[in-house]
């Protein structure tokens, strides 16, 4: 699935690398004790050090440090366990210490690994090419006060996890599935929650566009601060046709940073782009380099949970699920267990496809997550159970399936009230069948003459006569018998 632009003088493919700033699970900020917490009043959660008071020293965050390794071993990364804090300088009102702490040329996680599950079903690996731990800013809030502006401290000092891709995505739908594989991921590992609503995850996309089978790496543009999936996607889409038509029109890319419009659905320049000499990094004389042995890196990877990847291994290969239904169920943890426990000791893609059509459909129409779902897993079980053993037909199996959203009663209680038990027994479903063939001679000359798809039409008749509660199978084994046999 090769994504390409058309353009006048031919076909052009686009290079994408995102920028993820991921905020970490952490009990307090990279260097000071101030909580993180998300929804807190203005100013509230904040330190002398994070409003950077002259004589605050920074304290590095051992849970911080922790939670990088852990992420970085979640991207199958390479873990530095020499690293090395270094001030990236400029002077923006909401970061008061007049510099950024970041990581440069010794971050704490190296080369890792993505991997993508597209929707087709297939899988991509897109390359890391970092993680480096650094500060949040604060906010600058311009809508309060006609004449002065605003400033939250609230985020400064928050610790950031900056995880770079290498450019190896090409098209908006690749940039979407690497979001959401990175944030189930980060999820998986209790890292970052992954709420691109509430800001603890957002993008920096970098775009640039080379005629389709060239391998040169044209100037890029970096669209800032994108903040849902959907909008990273259409960024990518506007700003590849923009970069496509300049470069058509004899003109050249320039490298700058961009901001994206979703009601304009455009990018708008923002600022030329710096460069890293811009920034006049040196190491933070403040803190010393972060070390630590083996030992704290094994200490974690024994506590890291099953990943998506090992989860979506096991479902294809021991429960015989289809690479995409186990692709779907991973990408949520939740989603995952409730499968699991659904699944136990039943047929597992029977199960799968309740889950996936059946259930996604109706908590999509109830506008509810899994975890608020009106029927367990231990009942959708139970309900593919009674379908497996004959209890009842799939069809029924439906409207008890309706009964449980309604009422999030056992699927067996159900079929006990409503007295929907399957009619397995040949003799009254004969009596059934010897019925309507004498309420319908006619039909019934028509299939002895030689019409065998009128039988369709008999079987029909009877499953209508019984309510839905005779086996199909046998209704057509003995109509077959009486009227052809
Ligand atoms: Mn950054």
């Known amino acids: 699935m090769t994504y390409l632009i058309q353009g006048e003088t031919g076909d052009w493919e686009v290079v994408i690398g995102l920028e993820v700033h991921a905020q970490a699970i952490t009990n307090a900020k990279l260097f000071s004790g101030a909580p993180a917490t998300f929804g807190a009043g203005p ?9 950077a008071m ?3 020293l920074p304290v590095i965050n051992e849970m911080a440090i922790e939670q990088a390794v852990r992420t970085g071993l979640g991207l199958r990364a390479a873990i530095n366990k020499y690293s090395v804090f270094e001030r990236k300088n400029y002077f923006y009102a909401d970061l008061p210490q007049g510099y950024q702490i970041s990581q440069y040329l010794h971050p704490i996680v190296g080369e890792g690994v993505v991997t993508l599950d597209l929707s087709d079903g297939s899988t991509r690996d897109v390359g890391i090419e970092r993680l480096h731990l650094e500060q949040d800013a604060g906010k600058s809030i311009h809508d309060q006060d006609p004449k002065r502006s605003m400033i939250d401290l609230n985020r400064a000092g928050v610790v950031l996890m900056e995880i770079v891709s290498k450019p190896d995505i090409r098209s908006p739908e690749e940039a979407g599935a690497y979001l959401k594989k990175l944030r189930a991921i980060l999820r998986y590992l209790g890292t970052c929650d992954g709420n691109m609503e509430e800001g603890s995850m957002r993008a920096d996309v970098n775009v640039s566009v080379r005629p389709k089978g060239a391998d040169e790496l044209r100037t890029r543009v970096e669209v800032k601060n994108v903040n849902s999936v959907r909008f990273v996607m259409q960024a990518i889409e506007v700003e590849a046709e923009r970069q496509v038509e300049v470069w058509e029109d004899g003109d050249e890319v320039v490298q700058e940073t961009r901001l994206f419009d979703p009601n304009k659905g455009e990018t708008r320049a923002m600022r030329t782009k710096e460069f890293a000499h811009d920034y006049r990094y040196f190491p933070d004389p403040d803190l010393l380099p972060v070390r630590f042995d083996d030992d704290f890196i094994e200490r974690i990877k024994a506590t890291l949970p099953e990943l998506p990847d090992d989860k979506k291994d096991r479902f294809i290969n021991d ?4 690479a995409y239904d186990a692709g779907v169920l991973v990408a949520d943890r939740e989603t995952a267990a409730y499968f699991e426990d659904a699944a136990k000791g039943r047929d597992a893609k029977t199960v799968a496809n309740w889950l996936t059509t059946n259930l996604f459909g109706a908590l999509k129409k109830l506008d509810k997550g899994i975890g608020e779902s009106p029927v ?10 009674l379908i497996e053993d004959e209890t009842i037909s799939t069809k029924i199996a439906k409207d008890v399936f309706e009964e449980m959203l309604k009422t999030s009663k056992a699927p067996g209680d159900i079929v006990e009230e409503k007295g929907l038990k399957q009619i397995t027994d040949t003799g009254a479903i004969e009596a059934i069948v010897d019925q309507v063939i004498a309420d319908n001679p006619e039909q019934a000359d028509e299939v002895r003459g030689g019409n065998d798809k009128a039988i369709g039409w008999f079987v029909g008749q009877v499953m209508k006569a019984s309510q839905g509660k005779a086996n199909p199978g046998q209704v057509n084994g003995l109509l077959r018998a009486k009227l052809l046999g």
């Not at 367990?376 to 159970?385: D, F, K, P, R, T």
């Open 43 to 51: 100013n509230e959660n904040v330190s002398l050090i994070d409003a």
């Open 319 to 322: 429960m015989g699920l289809s």
């Open 376 to 385: 367990s897993a231990i009942h959708l079980g139970e309900l593919v159970g």
């Open 54 to 56: 002259p004589g605050m």
